[in-house]
C-alpha cells in the first residue's frame, strides 16, 4: 500500500494525547496511522473551510483531532492541530474556527 500523506502533529494535539489513557491513545494513533494508507471517512473526514477530522470512538467517548492539508512536492502532509473529547459525536463550530486560525498562521510561515 502507498502512503498518502505524513502527519505532523502540533503541540496542543500532543497535548492532549499525553492526557488521554494508554488503550484510547493506541486506538487513537493506530487510526490516525491507518488513514495515512486507506480512505476510509469513519477514520478521516473532511468538515468545511479545508479542515479535517481524525475520528475515533472508544469506550463512549468520541475522539476528535482536526488537521489540515499542506501540499508537498513529494508527498503532501496532514498537520494536526488539536483534539475534542466528546461524549456526543457533535462537532462544534468554533474548534473548526479554531483550526482555520492555526492554519492560517502556520502557512503564513511557510512562506
Known sequence: MKKRFEIEFLKEANE????????A???ILHNIFK?????????????????WE???F????????????????KI???????GVIKK???LQHQE???TVKIMSDYLKGLQ
Do not use: P
Not at 472508544?58 to 512536492?73: D, S
Open 16 to 23: 492532549l494525547l499525553q492526557l488521554i489513557d494508554e488503550r
Open 25 to 27: 491513545k493506541r486506538k
Open 35 to 51: 488513514a495515512r494508507y486507506v480512505l476510509d471517512v469513519n477514520l478521516f473526514k473532511k468538515m468545511q473551510g479545508g479542515v
Open 54 to 56: 481524525f475520528r475515533t
Open 58 to 73: 472508544h469506550l463512549r467517548k468520541h475522539y476528535r483531532f482536526l488537521a489540515f492539508w499542506v501540499k508537498g512536492q
Open 76 to 82: 503532501s502532509k496532514v498537520v494536526i492541530t488539536h
Open 88 to 90: 456526543s459525536n457533535q
Open 96 to 98: 473548526i474556527e479554531k
